[in-house]
Structure formats: C-alpha cells, structure tokens
C-alpha cells in the first residue's frame, strides 16, 4: 500500500475510491449512487443505498460463522465486575431489546436518549437502536441535568433510556435524580424512561413513579429483526460544544459512517478482524461511538468496556493490566489519560508487572500531545504512539497516518497527514492558501468523505454559519494548523471559543452565560489556560456589578457551583478571579486571548485595537495577587 497514491485516488476520482470501500460493508442494496448533493448542495453519501449497522456489527458476524466469537469484554474494576458477551449472547440482548422498544412504540425516525455509564447496556441500547432505525443521542454520564435538558428539548426524544448510577473510582452517582430533575424542567415531555437497575445499593428511594424496568423489558419482549434504512437515515445525534453556549446536534449518516470505520479500521488502525481493539473513551464522546461501538464491531474485533480510570482504579498500572489480560493489540485514548498514569508511574514500575507482548500501536487523539508524553510513552511501553486527528463532526480521523504496512513515519508534535478523503489546506484569514510554516486555519475541500456530518439536527442556518459560510466551499474545522514540507501537519489549537479539558470538549461561551446570571456579575470571560494534566482548564475573569457586597471568595465559591451544576464536575472550572475590568478593543470586544496569554504567563503583543493599554498591568498585577 502507497498511502500517498491512495490519497491522491481518493481526491482526484472520489466516486471510484469510495464505491471500492463500500464494497467492504455488507449492504441489503448496493448504492447505484455513490456522491450527490442535497438541496442545499452538501454532499450525500450512497443516498440509494440501504443498510442496517446493527446487521454488520453483530448478525453478520454470526451468519459468517463467528457467533461464538467474544464481541464484547466489560471490565469494571470500580464495581470489581468482569463478563464478556459473544456476538450471539449480545444478538440476544440487542435484538430483544429492540423488541422492546417497538412494544412501546418506538418506530425508525423516533428519537432515544440515552444516559448511561460505562456498562454493556449501553451499548446494547445503542444498537438496538440502530436495529430497528431509531435515532440515539447518547449523553456522556458526567453532565448535569441541565445539560440533558438542552438535548431532550432539542430532539424531543420518544423514550429516554438510562441507568440507576454510575461510580466515579469509590463514588456512587445516582442517575435517577438527575434524571427527574431534567424531566421536570425539559419543555419537551418523554413517553418512556427505560431504567437499568444496575442494584449496587438499596435504591428504591431514589425510583419514580412510571419508570420501566430495563431487564423486564427485555425478558418479556421478542427480539426484533435489522430493519433495511436509507444510507443517509441518521443513524444518530451527537451533541457537540460550538461557539454559542447551546450544544450543536452533529447528525450521522448511517452507509457513509459504516464504510468510512470499516476503512478506519483496516488503513489507519491497521487491526485484523478477529484482534481486541480498544480505545479508553466514555460512550458519550465520538470515540466511543466511532471506536468503542461501531468501528471495532463492524470490523470484527473484540471491544472493551472499561469501566474505570487510568489510576487509582487500583492504581497506575490498570490500562497495563486491561492490554495484557486481554491481549489487546490497539489501543485509543487521550493523551490527558497518558499524562495521568506519567505523573502516578513516573519510572514506568507498574508496566513491568504486565506482559504487552500483543500491544502493537498506542493511538492517541482528542488534543494536542505533547512531546514529554510521547517521550515517557517511548520509554516505558516501546510500542509507537500515534497522534491523530480528527472531531465529533467527522466521525472519523481527519489527520493521521496510515499505519496498515507499518509503512508509516511517525514526526513527534504533528497529527500526521491528511487521511484519504480530506483535502485539507491551511488558509490565512482571507482565504489565500499558506505556504509551508506558516500558522493558519484548517479547513477541508467539500464535499467531506462519507461518514462526516450530515448537518446540524434540525439547524442549517445554524451547520452554514458554523462550518460552510468562512469559505465558500470548504469546510471551517475551527482549528488552526501549520503544515511542513512534507506535508505533516500540526495542530496549534481552537480558533474559537471551545476548550479542551481533559480531553473533553467544552464551550466557554456556555460558561461565561452561567457566569454571567451570577446577581452580582456585571460581566465576565471564560479563557481556557494550559494545564500540564488536564491541558487546558477554564478561567473565569469577572467584573462586579458597581457596589456589590459580595467577597471576591464568596464570588469564586458561587461561580465554581453553578458551573458544576448545570454543566457538570468535568466542566472544571475551580478559579474565578475578581478584574475592575475586562481589556477590550475599541469597539467593545472582550479581548479574551490576551486575558489567556497574560493568565499562561507567555510573550504577547499589545493588541492594536485594545482601548486602554493600561489594563495589560492592572490584570498582571491582579494575577499575582491572585496566584500568592
Ligand atoms: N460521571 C460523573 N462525574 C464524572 C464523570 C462521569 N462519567 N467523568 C468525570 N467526572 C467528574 C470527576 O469525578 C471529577 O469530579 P471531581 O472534580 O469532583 O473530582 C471531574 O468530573 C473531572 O473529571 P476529569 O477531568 O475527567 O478527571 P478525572 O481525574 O476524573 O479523570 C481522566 C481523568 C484522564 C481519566 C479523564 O479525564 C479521561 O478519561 N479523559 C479522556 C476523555 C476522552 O476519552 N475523550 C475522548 C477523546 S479520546
Ligand atoms: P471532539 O469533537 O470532542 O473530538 O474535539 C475535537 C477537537 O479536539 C478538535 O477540533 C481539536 O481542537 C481537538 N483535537 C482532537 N484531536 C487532536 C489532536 N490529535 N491534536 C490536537 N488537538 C486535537
């Protein structure tokens, strides 16, 4: 294989390339058309072709003969649980679950919630969605009601499906409340909240009144068969952070999403059918959709759900553990996840206890790696860690290397080159394409491949504005990049207001609302700082109202609950710090990357437009104060 030429095939003649990958999925009617527009002329994916994605990760695999085959190993060392389910045992599961779901009514087109932890239900809960052509929108466990609020009235999903708790290392985290509390203050009014009693405690007091039980449902149900959908039915909605505090639903396609993982798996992954293939990400993430869910099994692998952390579930030395018991050949996580497990093992002692002898290649993405990490990594566990990139809009990597043949240079601190597909230029601000070195914006020729979004969940204007609109024709990726010579290309980070905390994505903007309805908050901005843990954290600045009361801690205190509380602890915004004002342009704008500069403690220039240069000193000096 010659990564470069098969780039170049998938450029220059798309409609020939991608029919070749579709022929690797199972189809119930092969598409005639592989590339057209919709009305508003974004691309659509085998638009007569139909399919069923729950058919290629499970029953497909059975009617090949390999019913017997472990498709799914649930660890939990945080409830000291261990099972694993073959592809028969999760049909059974999935399928009657699926049956369940239609006695209540639940029909293709119907939308799910689904807010569960790191359990095999969850997963059967997404394909038997995807069974019977119901859309899910699987929210990551760690968000607050509020969150789950947005997205219920959002989708106005027909049955919510969720479990009695999840378990944070020794924590139990009751669910139902949360739950209850969202219903009551979702606009939209859900049909059915389908309960997994996972019974780690006497919980009947935190049970109301119409919940269904998950296990009864699916003993009384009879199973239901894959449904034949369009390739461009929604398979599901992921809502993601933009640049407003309201999340976007990025909507998937379902043939597009099925041929572009299969063509993950083999070329970018390079995992034989029949390895264990596991990357460490909730189910709430695009990893866990992408690679936890449907990649591994539409390819035949064997996945993992792990429930845990990376130490102090016992200790450092888990996600070791996890790679040898089960012989995992390729892994996927956060570099965040790594840095943990540096910091905890520093002279890599706990890897020593484990035999990695079926560890192949470490792939890392969800932010920027950084070379210290790569380093440790190179020492201690001797197998490549490869960077890669990509974003819940794509589905799939954008920017990595093709490492089937072991054909693959690896160029520390860059994501790699762009993956076949995606023609990725750099542009300057306007729209002329940068040379070699110099700092840019990332941005992708249209159409995208198969696989990437299908739009915004019920908001073109909304996709347009966001992602269509910067240049016409491309696609705006909100990140900003350098490419070499060779064409490697480095992320050097967002371009707009969303942060990446620990590998999770978040908005400042929906910070800086909740800051905002603080009583005594005149105004503020939410900046996120470097973190050599979690590489980024938020920072809240906030100016008082004119004679408020209120003490600079009691403020910080206020602020770090209600972020907590309506968007959740990962939120992590633990520092707020009182300014007499915030520096703005003349025009009024908060100039919030030099608040971000001046917080890091980096070289900057004064902006041009800034209306008061003296401000620059009166927050330096107000950061010290802060930071003694
Ligand atoms: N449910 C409830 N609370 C949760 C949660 C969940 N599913 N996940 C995290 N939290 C809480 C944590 O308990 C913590 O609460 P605290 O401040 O009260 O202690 C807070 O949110 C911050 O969590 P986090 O930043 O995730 O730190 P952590 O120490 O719990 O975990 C990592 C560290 C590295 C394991 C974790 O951040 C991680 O796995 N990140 C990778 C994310 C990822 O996979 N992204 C996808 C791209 S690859
Ligand atoms: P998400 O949609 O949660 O996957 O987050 C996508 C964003 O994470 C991207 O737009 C990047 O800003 C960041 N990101 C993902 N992977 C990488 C990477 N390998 N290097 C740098 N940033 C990354």
Redesign the pocket.
Same mark, same amino acid.
């Given at each position: 294989m010659d990564a470069d030429i098969l780039f170049k095939q998938s450029i220059e003649d798309k409609e020939r390339f991608w029919k070749e990958q579709a022929k690797e999925i199972d189809w119930f009617q092969f598409p005639e058309q592989i590339l057209c527009q919709d009305k508003n002329d974004y691309p659509q994916w085998y638009a007569d072709g139909k399919l069923n994605i729950c058919h290629l990760c499970i029953d497909r695999h059975i009617e090949d003969g390999y019913g017997e085959q472990t498709a799914i190993i649930y660890d939990s060392p945080v409830t000291d649980q261990k099972k694993t389910y073959t592809f028969n045992q999760a049909k059974e599961e999935i399928s009657k679950f699926a049956g369940g779901l239609v006695s209540l009514g639940l029909k293709k087109g119907d939308t799910a919630v689904i807010y569960m932890?790191?359990i095999p239900q969850t997963l059967f809960a997404m394909l038997a969605c995807a069974r019977i052509g119901v859309i899910h929108n699987v929210v990551?466990?760690?968000?607050a009601p509020h969150e789950l609020v947005v997205r219920i009235d959002d989708c106005k999903p027909k049955a919510l499906i969720t479990a009695t708790a999840?378990v944070?290392?020794a924590?139990r985290?009751p669910y139902l409340p949360l739950v209850e509390k969202a219903i009551e203050l979702a606009q939209d009014k859900v049909d059915h909240i389908i309960v997994y009693n996972r019974q780690l405690v006497d919980n009947q007091h935190e049970m109301f009144e119409g919940l269904i039980d998950y296990e009864e449902l699916v003993q009384k149900s009879e199973p239901a068969d894959c449904i034949s959908v369009e390739s461009t039915h929604p398979l599901y909605l992921l809502y993601t952070s933009g640049t407003t505090g309201k999340p976007k639903g990025i909507v998937r396609d379902t043939g597009g999403y099925a041929t572009a993982l299969k063509f993950s798996m083999k070329y970018i992954y390079g995992v034989e059918p029949g390895e264990t293939y596991w990357?460490?990400?909730?189910f709430?993430?695009? $990893?866990?959709h992408s690679f936890s869910v449907y990649g591994p099994l539409i390819n035949r692998n064997t996945t993992i759900i792990f429930e845990g952390?990376?130490?102090?579930t016992p200790d450092a030395g888990t996600f070791w553990r996890i790679i040898s018991e089960y012989k995992v050949s390729t892994m996927?996580?956060?570099p965040? +996840?790594i840095?943990?497990i540096k910091k905890e093992d520093p002279n890599g002692e706990l890897v020593k206890k484990y035999d990695l002898s079926h560890f192949k290649k470490q792939f =890392?993405?969800?932010?920027r790696c950084d070379v210290a990490t790569l380093d440790w990594f190179a020492e201690h566990i001797g197998v490549p860690a490869i960077d890669h990139w990509w974003q819940t809009e794509s589905g799939w990597p954008m920017l990595g290397l093709m490492t089937l043949d072991d054909q693959y240079k690896i160029k520390r601190a860059s994501a790699g080159k762009p993956i076949p597909g995606y023609d990725i230029k750099i542009f300057d601000e306007n729209g002329y394409e940068l040379d070699a070195h110099q700092e840019g914006y990332l941005i992708i020729k249209l159409p995208l491949p198969p696989g990437a979004l299908l739009g915004i969940w019920n908001d073109n204007e909304r996709f347009q504005s966001s992602y269509l609109s910067q240049y016409k024709g491309y696609y705006f990726s909100g990140d900003g990049a350098i490419q070499d010579e060779d064409g490697y290309i480095f992320i050097t980070g967002r371009v707009d207001d969303v942060i990446n $905390? +620990?590998?999770?994505?978040l908005s400042t903007s929906e910070m800086e609302e909740i800051v905002s309805s603080h009583p005594d908050v005149a105004e503020c901005a939410v900046v996120g700082i470097d973190d050599e =843990?979690?590489g980024q954290i938020p920072f809240a600045a906030v100016v008082l109202k004119n004679g408020s009361p209120i003490t600079e801690k009691d403020v910080e205190k206020d602020i770090i609950r209600m972020v907590?509380e309506k968007i959740?602890? $990962? +939120?992590?915004l633990?520092n707020a710090m009182v300014v007499k004002r915030l520096p703005k342009t003349r025009s009024g704008k908060i100039l919030r990357k030099l608040i971000r500069t001046l917080l890091d403690r980096k070289d900057f220039q004064i902006p041009s437009t800034i209306d008061d240069e003296k401000i620059i000193e009166e927050i330096q000096e107000k950061i010290n104060e802060y930071r003694a």
């Open positions: 932890p790191m990551f466990g760690g968000f999840g944070e290392i924590r985290i990357a460490a990400s909730d709430g993430w695009a $990893v866990g952390k990376p130490i102090m996927f996580t956060a965040t +996840a840095r943990a =890392l993405a969800g932010e $905390v +620990a590998g999770h994505r =843990l979690k907590r959740g602890a $990962v +939120a992590f633990k």
